[in-house]
């Protein structure tokens, strides 16, 4: 019987160690390499920018590393496990994404016909959390985010900014220790996509997670602590 996959920390290491990453992806008879062989420690706490031109595989990378899609060759370690993510059965692994792991992307993919409320609800009660706490824990997440006057309004209510500090808070509710982000401000005007920087600041600061950004914005990858820059599938600075 393999081992529960562990989220916790070890002393002086990272939070997730990505080894030799590969991803061939294959059309008709040919065959398309996107990544070649990535090596990549994110420590706890950490925030990363990934950046790089189009087609360069910084999404694909990070599907990966939130175990969206397995590499066609590599190992991804989490939280000091001694075991590959991916040689958990689906059903475990699944469960260790939803626990570990939030997802913020270009598209906030709210569901129309819930509340912001609701919507950050959502994950805590898939999880079988009870209501009344998960009520409570979301409203606090939107008020942290600057959403406390609109905890009742539906998505199409909402301008994109006020979206995407949903997704975010939706993203965190159960206190993951990795933030996964693909283009989160892709939609968004400068001043917005300020306030969403800022906040994912905030929340490094105030609850500890770790956060990988994928972005085209150079101004938006400086304000990150670390910054990688992808080509041909490939981190070469």
Do not use: C, W
Not at 46 to 64: C, P, Y
Not at 70 to 99: C, H, I, M, W
Not at 103 to 132: C, D, K, S, W
Request: without cysteine; charged residues 20%; positive net charge.
């Amino acid at each position: 019987m393999m081992d529960t996959i562990k989220v916790g920390v070890p002393a002086g290491g990272p939070l997730v160690r990505a080894q030799g990453i590969t991803k061939i992806f294959k059309k008709d008879k040919a065959e398309i390499p996107v990544l070649r062989g990535v090596d990549l420690d994110i420590a706890a706490g950490e925030t990363i920018a990934i950046t790089g031109a189009s087609g360069v595989g910084k999404s694909t990378l990070l599907h990966i590393l939130g175990t969206l899609e397995p590499p066609t060759a590599g190992k991804v370690y989490f939280g000091g496990a001694k075991q590959d993510l991916f040689s958990y059965p689906e059903k475990e692994l699944s469960g260790f994404r939803n626990r570990s792991l939030g997802f913020v992307f270009q598209f906030h993919y709210l569901l129309p016909e819930f509340t912001a409320l609701e919507n950050v609800m959502m994950p805590a009660l898939i999880a079988g959390h009870m209501r009344r706490p998960a009520e409570n824990q979301a409203r606090e997440l939107l008020q942290f985010v600057g959403l406390g006057h609109r905890l009742a309004h539906r998505p199409s209510e909402l301008s994109g900014g006020e979206q995407q500090r949903v997704a975010i808070a939706r993203a965190v509710i159960l206190r993951p220790k990795l933030l996964l982000a693909d283009e989160l401000t892709g939609n968004l005007d400068s001043v917005n996509s300020g306030i969403v920087m800022d906040l994912l600041g905030k929340l490094n600061e105030s609850t500890g997670i770790a956060v990988l950004l994928v972005t085209h914005d150079m101004g938006l990858a400086g304000r990150m602590q670390r910054t990688l820059v992808m080509k041909d599938g490939r981190i070469v600075s």
